[in-house]
Every structure is written in C-alpha cells, then in structure tokens.
C-alpha cells in the first residue's frame, strides 16, 4: 500500500463573497479578474470549474469511450449546475440531432448554467474533430493519416480553419484535436488517426491544423500526451515501455512544436503507463516538461475516464479522491468526460485534509484564464452562436447548414491529393473507360468505407440505424458509374469485410473474367473496441487483408484479368506476393465523404495523384513493430534471416506525369554548428500531365554518439508543375534540424559529417541529390526554443523552352 504525505486540515469556508467585482470588468487584465473571482469561490464552486458533464451518455450498449457502461454515473443537470460548471461534453457528438436544434438546445443549457450558478458562467462546451466536427451533418473529412498522405500542410490549416468556424458558429468552444502520435507499430488500432510514422511530417502537418483551428476561435487539444502509440503488442492502452531517447526523438517532438508553434490552448493527457508511471499521474511530464520547459500556459485535460482508471486500471489510487490527488498533482486541470473524481470527492478530501487546496486552485486558475480568454466572463457575452442569427429558435430545425458546397469542395480536393498510386507496371491506369469494368469487393458500394471512427456516422450514427446518413457519401462504386458512362460496370461484393463467408468469392471471380479489367476495393471497417477492423480498440494480430480478402484477391487474380487493387483503409496491410500480379494499385486512407469522386478521379486521369505515403507498405504480415526510422541492425542485415524491408517506403508515391530533378545553388562544404545555409533543387515536368512532385529532405549521419537512422525527414515540400515547367524549390537547413538526443541524455547538434539527401522517399536508391556537409565548431546543447522547422520556397515556374 502506497503511503502519502497528508497536507495539513483545511480552514472552513468563510461565508459567502460577493458574487459582484472587477472581475466582471473586460478592461482589466485577465490575471486581475481570474484572481478576483477565484477568492469570491467556495471550495465546491471551484470544483465545479474543474469538471465536465456527459449529458445524454449512454450506460448501456456499445460506448464510445473505453469503460464507458462502466464509470458513467447519473447526474442531475438542475442540482450540479447551481454550484457552476467547468465543461459540457459533446453536445452535438452524442446523438443524432439537427445542428441547427442542436445550436438552440447548447444554447439553452448554456443559459440554464448561467441562471443556476451564483457567478452566471457559462460552460466550455467541447466535441470531437479529429476528420470533421462529429456532428450529425457536418463534412466527414478525410482522416489524419490521409492529411498525412497529402503532404500539405496549408491545406490541412485551411480545412481546420473550416471546421473550427462551423464548431464556433453553432456555440462550441473546444475540438479534441489533433492526434499529434508517431505510429510506432502498423497493428495498432487507431493508425488512422495518426499523421503518419515519422516526427517531423506528424509536427508539420499537426501544427498546421493546429493553426487553422485556432485562427477560428476554437481552443485546439492535442492528443494524446505521450507515449500512447508506443503500446506493448499495439494494444490499446497497453504499457509503453520506451526508453528516454526514443520518447525524446520521435514522440514528444510533434507535441513541442504544437505547443511552441502552433499556440495550442489545451493537451490531453493519453491513458499510458510509461515505464510503469501513468501519465495521468506523472507531474515530469504534465508539469515539468510541459508547463515549466516548453512554457505551456493552457488546460490541460483528462481523457475520457482517464482520471478514474488512475483507480480502476492501472491500480496507482485507492479511491476516486486518490485519483483526484494524483491527477491534480500531475497537473490534469480538468476531468472529463464528466465529474467522478473531481466533484464531492475532492471537496471532502480537501476538507478532511487529503488534498491541498492550492491543487484546486492551481487548476482553477488555468480554466479561469481560458474561459476569460473566451470572453466567458464578460458581462455583454452573445447568448446565442452565431449560426442562430436572425433565426426563430422555434424554427430552427434545417437552417444551419455543416456540410456547405465550400467544404464539400475541401473535402474532396483533400482527398484527391492524399490518393497514393503505389504501383502501375505495365500503364494500366489510368483505365480507357471503355469496355466491361468489374468493380468487385466488400468496400466497393458501402458509404462508410470512406469514414474513420471518429466520424459522425461511423462513431455514433450506426448505434442509430434508422436516423440518415446526414450527409452525401457517394461510394467508390457510384463514383465509377458517373466517371465512366460508356463504360458496362458490373459489381460483385464477394466476400465481407470482416467475415468468414467465401461463398462470393466464385461468383465475384467469375464476374472478373468476363471483364475487362478487374478493380477490386478492399479495406477495413472503422468502427470502435473490436466492433470494426481499424479504430479505437481494433487493434490486429497481423498486417494480412482483414478476413477472406486476401482470398478474393488471389481468386481475381487467378482470372488473368488486369487487376487494379484500390486499397480503402486505416492502416497499410502487406502485399508481397500479390503486388507484382496487379495491374495497378492505389492506396486510400479513409478519404471522407468525397472519396469516391476522387478515387474514381485517380483512376480515370482526371486527377493526377500526388499523395506519398505517411507509412511504409510492409512486404510481409509480421515484422512489427517497424518503422523506417531504423539504425543499422534495425534495418536488412546478415545477423538475421528476417528482412524488414518494406514493399514500399515511407514517402513513396507515384505519379502520370514524369520529374527530372537538378541540383540547386552550389551548398557550403562546412558550416558552423550554429549556422545557416540555403539549399535547393530545381523540379522539372517532362511529361505531358499536370502534376506535382513532393520533394523530401533527409539526413544521414554517418557517424554519431548514439546510433541514429539510416534516414529521417528533415524538410518537405509539394511542388505543384504544369506539364514542362521546372521550379527552383529552396530549403532553409539549420543544423537545430538534425540535433538529438546524444549519449549524456541532452539534445545536441554534433559537430562531423553529415549527407543530406533529397529524394522521393526514405529510401536511399531513391535519393536524386546528396548535399555532403561538415559542421564544424564545438558541440551545441539545444533545447525547445531550437529551430524546429526547415522553412521551403518556391520560385515562380518557369515554361518549357
């Protein structure tokens, strides 16, 4: 049994302060009038501030959160709100509800909180928005590891920027996201909803969605800080057993440069145990690294139950007060998703002595600061969002409008660039659109092949089967039907997603034969704790195709039919054996509701794809975990017989127009270790496609105090060309860019040899230029005010002469 130092016994409350100060006054700062409110507060009504509450959560049937059935206790709405209220958890993103009742019913609430709390402070009310807010008839965006996919990050600000306008106009406050984890092992159920398997694209594209969500009034959360992808066996929420340098190297950098240069407002702690510490409990990381090394000034949020698992799994707390000792000294602001801890438990444990009340206070003040950021404090605050202007409460059911042509738009442009043409041997794509077309496979005519878990209709819409879709989800199917009108398409589904049942697979064979060409869509199902085959607790044993898919490839591959494999999934699954029978294969990460359009785009010529991938494509079922960020015994050698070597590497990506690449500005041959320097390459189109290439810096380091990478992606850029342009794209390299975590446990910049390549992808044989520098001078030691970004340009193109 763990035994505590008990803070001394708590003086009782002195009666009741004036509800009325300058607190109320916008004028004054914004410490000034969170100073003054707080000493106006009981005890209980500072608790109140620290917590959320689940209206409308389900006890029963399938959950949405881990636990769910088992840690949601009943709350009276009328009698907790009379002491305040820190938070409302998911208003839109519970069940299927009109967004423009929706606005009105938050809005209510809101006024109700008001009404019933002595201060009059409204609630931060937070959703989901991890591909789109998860709302019942909002855009479903792609997925993160499709934003990934597309290599671009201004597109990705400009779709957060979006989603945060439609979230702040219907009157919520927070999104919970993005997910800023490096994907450590491709088993792991929630790859989708990752960025990718490497640091820098993970912290580039983040931080820009960060950015865009910001700029929209919306207090971004990162998620989940740390460690949570690195889970033993990739089973969710399994220990991580990572060392310091792979924690310092590859997972916490994306959450630095969210923090540092994206703003982020809010983090949520992830439901890992590292080396036996959860973090929900660790005040290194929550306090020490975040708030007292990275300057963090914002929230920090539990995820949902993460503060009672501290109690019910990871078996660190003797009870809910416990819990909340813990927590509140970790440095967790806020419970969520709604009170267990941090209500009448803590108040007694403050009481009796347990707790110290500068904890509270000490979370107080930061949830004060946001909702005085948030204008939650003012006195002529708007009571109604913006979306409910000039509308009749009564008759607000249809006015607001989530999905408008504008993001429709976004979402299908996001989409087409994420597409991934991984092989095309012999030219087949893009297809004539003539002749007999077999389209065969279980994700060919289903509209939630397009959509991850955190999607409205796959989170929540199919626990409600008889409400709509709520928005338009044209499958890959349909899409092929409008691309190719003079084409005879025939569809089979021959197998399930998931299933054991192979009786289809003859029939979808036989279908195949008589064609053509074959396009078989395969994939996953996304859905949650086991109920789908990627997602939030579906996780997998191997990389192989999910059921009898593998089985149908092979039975369509056996007709001597062309064979174009069209791959809608969350993760990459392995394809030696099968990818050098394809005709061609196109690799989709849950491309949102626009998929198929733009799917159906990739494979008639219409879009030239551009994607890369944001994972490696594994050549075998096992092997994992693997990423491309391997030293050299990580890599193919001769003390093993197994090779690791993927199919296709991470940043590999093809395309229907050709590039030829020449060197830039002549580089320096030595630069400090404090220096500056710019390089370049100059990108030319020598097909006859509009196209654009993707142009990837890496660094190799021959020699260093710790074993580094073969390879690591320093810089990138999309470099969009007219068929015969060429542009000089420029990259600003600082060598902050290459430091790491050298043997004495400090990030240094090493003084030696370095190679940076430009290539296509990690893979050294497809390097097109090798910068060979030596940096020179003493040995640096570097920290989070480091440069941390390798800034890129283009020139204006230039014409064919």
């Given at each position: 049994m763990a035994?505590?130092?008990v803070p001394?016994?708590?003086q009782a409350?002195p009666?009741?302060?004036?509800?009325?100060?300058?607190?109320?006054?916008p004028?004054?700062?914004p410490?000034?009038r969170?100073?003054?409110?707080a000493?106006?507060?009981?005890?209980?009504?500072?608790?109140a501030q620290?917590?959320?509450i689940?209206?409308?959560?389900?006890?029963?049937?399938d959950?949405?959160?881990?636990?769910?059935n088992?840690?949601?206790?009943?709350?009276?709405?009328?009698?907790?709100?009379?002491?305040?209220?820190?938070?409302?958890?998911?208003?839109?993103?519970?069940a299927?509800?009109?967004?423009?009742?929706?606005?009105?019913?938050?809005?209510r609430?809101?006024?109700?909180?008001?009404?019933?709390g002595?201060f009059?402070?409204?609630?931060?009310?937070h959703e989901?928005?991890?591909?789109?807010?998860?709302?019942?008839?909002?855009?479903?965006?792609?997925v993160?590891?499709?934003?990934g996919?597309?290599w671009?990050?201004?597109?990705v600000?400009e779709?957060?920027h979006?989603?945060?306008?439609?979230?702040?106009?219907?009157?919520?406050?927070?999104?919970?996201a993005?997910?800023?984890?490096v994907v450590?092992?491709?088993?792991?159920?929630?790859?989708e909803?990752?960025i990718?398997e490497d640091?820098?694209?993970v912290?580039?594209?983040?931080?820009a969605?960060?950015k865009?969500?910001?700029?929209?009034g919306?207090?971004?959360?990162?998620k989940?800080f740390?460690g949570?992808?690195?889970s033993?066996g990739?089973?969710?929420?399994?220990?991580?057993?990572?060392?310091n340098?792979?924690m310092?190297?590859?997972?916490?950098?994306p959450?630095?440069?969210?923090?540092?240069?994206?703003?982020?407002r809010?983090?949520?702690?992830?439901?890992?145990e590292i080396?036996?510490?959860?973090?929900?409990?660790d005040p290194?990381?929550?306090?020490?690294?975040?708030?007292?090394?990275w300057?963090?000034?914002?929230?920090?949020?539990?995820?949902?139950?993460?503060?009672?698992?501290?109690?019910?799994?990871?078996k660190?707390?003797?009870?809910?007060?416990?819990?909340?000792?813990?927590?509140?000294?970790?440095?967790?602001?806020?419970?969520l998703p709604?009170?267990?801890?941090?209500?009448d438990?803590?108040?007694?444990?403050?009481?009796?002595?347990?707790?110290a009340?500068?904890?509270?206070d000490?979370?107080?003040?930061?949830?004060?600061?946001?909702?005085?950021?948030?204008?939650?404090?003012?006195?002529?605050?708007?009571?109604?969002?913006?979306?409910?202007?000039?509308v009749?409460?009564?008759?607000?059911r249809?006015?607001?409008?989530?999905?408008?042509?504008?993001n429709?738009?976004?979402?299908?442009?996001?989409?087409?660039?994420?597409?991934?043409l991984?092989?095309?041997?012999e030219?087949a794509?893009?297809?004539?659109?003539?002749?007999?077309?077999?389209?065969?496979?279980?994700?060919?005519d289903?509209?939630?092949?397009?959509?991850?878990?955190?999607?409205?209709?796959?989170?929540?819409g199919?626990?409600?089967?008889?409400?709509?879709m709520?928005?338009?989800?044209?499958t890959?199917?349909?899409?092929?039907?409008?691309?190719?009108?003079?084409?005879?398409?025939?569809y089979?589904?021959?197998?399930?997603?998931?299933?054991?049942?192979?009786?289809?697979?003859?029939?979808?064979?036989?279908l195949?034969?008589g064609?053509?060409?074959?396009?078989?869509?395969?994939?996953?199902?996304?859905?949650?704790?086991?109920?789908?085959?990627s997602g939030?607790?579906?996780?997998?044993a191997d990389?192989?195709?999910?059921?009898?898919q593998?089985?149908?490839?092979?039975?369509?591959?056996?007709?001597?039919t062309?064979?174009?494999l069209?791959?809608?999934?969350?993760r990459?699954?392995a394809?030696g054996?099968?990818?050098?029978r394809?005709?061609g294969?196109?690799?989709a990460?849950?491309?949102?509701?626009?998929?198929?359009?733009?799917?159906?785009?990739?494979?008639?010529g219409?879009?030239?794809?551009?994607?890369?991938?944001?994972?490696?494509?594994?050549?075998?079922?096992?092997?994992?975990?693997?990423t491309?960020?391997?030293?050299?015994?990580?890599?193919?050698n001769?003390?093993?017989?197994?090779d690791?070597?993927?199919?296709?590497?991470?940043?590999?990506?093809l395309?229907?127009?050709?590039?030829?690449?020449?060197a830039?500005?002549?580089?320096?041959?030595?630069?400090?270790?404090?220096?500056?320097?710019?390089?370049?390459?100059?990108?030319r189109?020598t097909?006859d496609r509009?196209?654009?290439e993707?142009?990837?810096?890496?660094?190799?380091?021959?020699?260093?105090q710790?074993?580094?990478?073969?390879?690591r992606?320093?810089?990138?850029?999309?470099?969009?060309?007219?068929?015969?342009?060429?542009?000089?794209?420029?990259?600003?390299?600082?060598p902050?860019?290459?430091?790491?975590?050298g043997?004495?446990?400090?990030?240094?910049v090493?003084?030696?040899d370095?190679?940076?390549?430009?290539a296509?992808?990690?893979?050294?044989a497809d390097?097109?230029?090798?910068?060979r520098?030596?940096?020179?001078?003493?040995?640096?030691t570097?920290?989070?005010?480091?440069?941390m970004?390798?800034?890129?340009?283009?020139?204006?193109?230039?014409?064919?002469t």
């Amino acid at each position: 049994m763990a035994i505590h130092p008990v803070p001394q016994a708590r003086q009782a409350d002195p009666p009741h302060a004036a509800v009325d100060g300058p607190w109320r006054d916008p004028s004054l700062g914004p410490e000034a009038r969170v100073a003054d409110l707080a000493a106006r507060m009981t005890l209980e009504e500072k608790a109140a501030q620290l917590y959320g509450i689940w209206v409308g959560a389900d006890a029963e049937g399938d959950g949405v959160a881990p636990h769910q059935n088992d840690m949601v206790d009943p709350v009276d709405f009328e009698d907790i709100t009379t002491r305040g209220l820190g938070q409302l958890t998911r208003p839109f993103g519970t069940a299927p509800v009109d967004p423009g009742v929706g606005a009105v019913a938050l809005a209510r609430a809101q006024a109700r909180i008001v009404e019933a709390g002595r201060f009059g402070i409204p609630a931060v009310a937070h959703e989901e928005c991890l591909a789109g807010f998860t709302a019942w008839g909002a855009t479903a965006y792609p997925v993160p590891l499709a934003w990934g996919a597309a290599w671009d990050p201004e597109l990705v600000a400009e779709m957060a920027h979006r989603i945060g306008g439609d979230m702040r106009s219907v009157g919520v406050h927070q999104g919970l996201a993005p997910v800023l984890d490096v994907v450590r092992d491709l088993r792991w159920g929630r790859v989708e909803e990752t960025i990718g398997e490497d640091p820098y694209l993970v912290a580039t594209v983040a931080t820009a969605y960060v950015k865009g969500l910001e700029s929209a009034g919306i207090v971004a959360t990162l998620k989940h800080f740390a460690g949570y992808s690195a889970s033993a066996g990739a089973r969710n929420l399994a220990p991580v057993r990572a060392g310091n340098r792979e924690m310092a190297d590859v997972i916490l950098p994306p959450f630095e440069m969210a923090v540092r240069e994206g703003g982020a407002r809010s983090v949520m702690h992830s439901y890992a145990e590292i080396d036996g510490v959860p973090v929900a409990a660790d005040p290194s990381l929550l306090t020490g690294l975040l708030r007292d090394t990275w300057d963090f000034g914002g929230t920090v949020v539990a995820d949902y139950f993460g503060i009672g698992f501290l109690e019910t799994l990871h078996k660190v707390a003797a009870g809910r007060a416990d819990a909340a000792r813990l927590a509140l000294t970790a440095g967790v602001d806020v419970e969520l998703p709604t009170v267990r801890s941090y209500g009448d438990e803590l108040v007694a444990a403050v009481r009796d002595g347990l707790v110290a009340e500068e904890l509270v206070d000490r979370a107080l003040h930061r949830v004060l600061l946001q909702k005085c950021e948030l204008g939650l404090l003012d006195p002529d605050r708007q009571e109604l969002p913006s979306a409910l202007d000039g509308v009749d409460p009564a008759r607000a059911r249809g006015t607001v409008d989530l999905d408008p042509p504008r993001n429709r738009a976004l979402a299908r442009l996001i989409a087409e660039r994420s597409c991934v043409l991984l092989a095309n041997p012999e030219g087949a794509l893009p297809l004539s659109g003539t002749g007999r077309i077999a389209v065969v496979g279980p994700r060919a005519d289903d509209p939630l092949a397009m959509l991850g878990c955190y999607s409205f209709p796959s989170h929540v819409g199919v626990q409600h089967p008889d409400a709509p879709m709520g928005i338009a989800i044209p499958t890959v199917l349909e899409a092929l039907r409008e691309e190719f009108p003079g084409a005879g398409i025939d569809y089979a589904q021959g197998c399930d997603v998931d299933g054991t049942d192979a009786e289809g697979i003859e029939g979808a064979a036989a279908l195949a034969a008589g064609a053509d060409v074959c396009v078989a869509v395969l994939g996953d199902r996304a859905g949650l704790f086991g109920r789908g085959t990627s997602g939030e607790g579906c996780d997998v044993a191997d990389l192989s195709l999910p059921g009898r898919q593998g089985e149908l490839l092979d039975a369509l591959l056996a007709t001597g039919t062309p064979v174009v494999l069209v791959l809608l999934t969350g993760r990459t699954y392995a394809l030696g054996g099968r990818a050098d029978r394809l005709a061609g294969c196109v690799q989709a990460f849950f491309p949102g509701e626009e998929g198929g359009p733009a799917l159906a785009g990739v494979l008639s010529g219409r879009v030239n794809p551009s994607g890369r991938l944001p994972v490696s494509v594994p050549r075998g079922t096992g092997g994992q975990p693997w990423t491309y960020l391997q030293p050299p015994l990580g890599l193919a050698n001769g003390v093993t017989n197994l090779d690791p070597t993927p199919l296709y590497p991470f940043g590999h990506g093809l395309s229907y127009t050709s590039f030829a690449w020449d060197a830039g500005a002549e580089a320096p041959a030595e630069l400090p270790t404090d220096g500056e320097a710019d390089l370049a390459v100059t990108v030319r189109n020598t097909g006859d496609r509009d196209g654009a290439e993707v142009v990837q810096l890496y660094v190799h380091d021959p020699v260093a105090q710790t074993t580094r990478p073969e390879a690591r992606l320093i810089g990138y850029a999309r470099v969009p060309l007219a068929a015969g342009e060429s542009r000089r794209v420029s990259f600003r390299f600082h060598p902050d860019l290459v430091s790491f975590t050298g043997a004495g446990g400090r990030r240094i910049v090493e003084p030696g040899d370095l190679e940076l390549r430009f290539a296509t992808s990690s893979d050294v044989a497809d390097t097109k230029q090798t910068v060979r520098l030596r940096l020179t001078g003493p040995e640096r030691t570097v920290d989070h005010r480091r440069r941390m970004v390798c800034h890129t340009s283009l020139d204006a193109p230039l014409a064919r002469t």
